[in-house]
């Protein structure tokens, strides 16, 4: 939960703050950063322009905690607790992928705002944070499956950069209405990156 000025927040408070948050995601995920106003989130959360203000101190402060809120949440769904780094490789990147998908398809607006656009000019300290959070068991991930030789020999991170990218693009040429997805064509988009990745 966040705190607001070191205070935990009551039940009502609570209620506004999480609704603020629900509507900013939703105004972010489609307009993005830029093209969302301030007002226009206190108009769909149902509460005065001012009373984001008491929340949260910027619009800048609001998109941090809305990525913070996202980025938890695809930890969450990834769950790298339970990764076994000693598990086949190639079991391991199928659980990875579908654990992408699981949150793509249960968070499709934390999924689009967090991946279709670029967050790095106002992301703060503990956003970075965070993401690191996200990145580090896929890039350990990498680094493991390149060391069993099951992944190509390059940097870990441009392998993750391969993957992240093919899944990422396969999610927005759905939302772009290029193309509908379903299981049997992301297992065979599976089965492509999975090619891509190992040698």
């Given at each position: 939960m966040?705190?607001?000025n070191?205070?935990v927040l009551?039940e ?7 609704a603020?948050?629900a ?18 989130v ?7 322009t001012?009373t ?25 769904t ?12 190639r ?10 998908c ?13 991946e ?34 099951a ?10 950069a ?12 759905e ?6 997805l379903?299981?049997?064509i ?9 090619a891509?990745?190992?040698c």
């Open positions: 966040l705190v607001i070191e205070l009551n009502k408070q609570q209620a506004k703050q999480d603020i948050l509507a900013a995601l939703q105004l972010f995920a489609q307009k993005g950063f830029h093209g969302t106003a301030v007002p226009d206190a108009q769909l959360a149902g509460v005065a001012g984001i203000y008491r929340y949260f101190s910027s619009k800048e402060a609001l998109v941090n905690a809305v990525f913070q809120q996202a980025k938890q949440c695809l930890y969450n990834l769950n790298p607790a339970d990764f076994d780094f000693k598990a086949n490789p079991q391991l990147f199928s659980l990875l992928w579908q654990r992408l699981l949150f793509s398809k249960t968070q499709p607006l934390a999924f689009r705002f967090l279709l656009q670029d967050h790095v000019p106002y992301l703060d300290e503990k956003s970075k944070a965070i993401e690191s959070q996200v990145l580090i068991p896929i890039w350990t991930y990498c680094v493991m499956a390149i060391q069993k030789k992944a190509r020999d390059m940097p870990a991170e441009a392998l993750m391969l993957i992240w990218g093919a899944f990422v693009g396969l999610i927005k040429a939302y772009m209405g290029y193309i509908v379903n299981e049997q992301l297992a065979q988009a599976e089965q492509a990156c999975w891509s990745f190992s």
